[in-house]
């Protein structure tokens, strides 16, 4: 039972529309950055990321959809050829940006295409 290849299900809009706040409010919260950091340099699953971070599934997934919304992650289905399949989350190509003027924060995330 080898893995073909992966292939994208979902693409994410390139500039997704997030708020400064809900950013920093991802990226403040200790699961979600485990969650992130899991992804960053390969494709996993969720029971992946799960075993490698000691973070319950159920938090695993709702910390991968939101990073998805926010634009952080894309999911990929990979297809076996006895024909069972699963969900592989990447983070995607990209870049963050803080910055502080006159009191306030500004927070971008640009995605490579």
Same mark, same amino acid.
């Given at each position: 039972?080898?893995?073909?290849?992966?292939?994208?299900?979902?693409? +994410?809009? =390139? *500039?997704?529309? @997030?708020?400064?706040?809900?950013?920093?409010?991802?990226?403040?919260?200790?699961?979600?950055?485990? @969650?992130?950091? !899991?992804?960053?340099?390969?494709?996993?699953?969720?029971?992946? &990321? $799960?075993? &490698?971070?000691?973070?319950?599934? =159920?938090?695993?997934?709702?910390?991968?959809?939101?990073?998805? +919304? $926010?634009?952080? @992650?894309?999911?990929?289905? *990979? &297809?076996? +050829?006895?024909?069972?399949?699963?969900?592989?989350?990447?983070? /995607?190509?990209?870049?963050?940006? /803080?910055?502080?003027?006159?009191?306030?924060?500004?927070?971008?995330?640009?995605? !490579?295409?």
């Amino acid at each position: 039972m080898s893995a073909q290849p992966v292939v994208p299900v979902r693409h +994410d809009s =390139p *500039e997704p529309e @997030v708020s400064t706040d809900r950013l920093l409010e991802l990226l403040g919260d200790e699961y979600t950055r485990r @969650v992130f950091e !899991a992804i960053t340099d390969q494709s996993r699953s969720a029971r992946s &990321i $799960a075993e &490698i971070t000691d973070v319950s599934r =159920p938090t695993v997934y709702r910390r991968l959809n939101d990073l998805r +919304d $926010a634009g952080l @992650v894309r999911t990929e289905m *990979e &297809i076996r +050829d006895d024909g069972h399949h699963r969900e592989q989350y990447r983070a /995607v190509d990209g870049s963050l940006s /803080v910055s502080i003027d006159d009191g306030g924060l500004d927070a971008t995330v640009h995605v !490579a295409d």
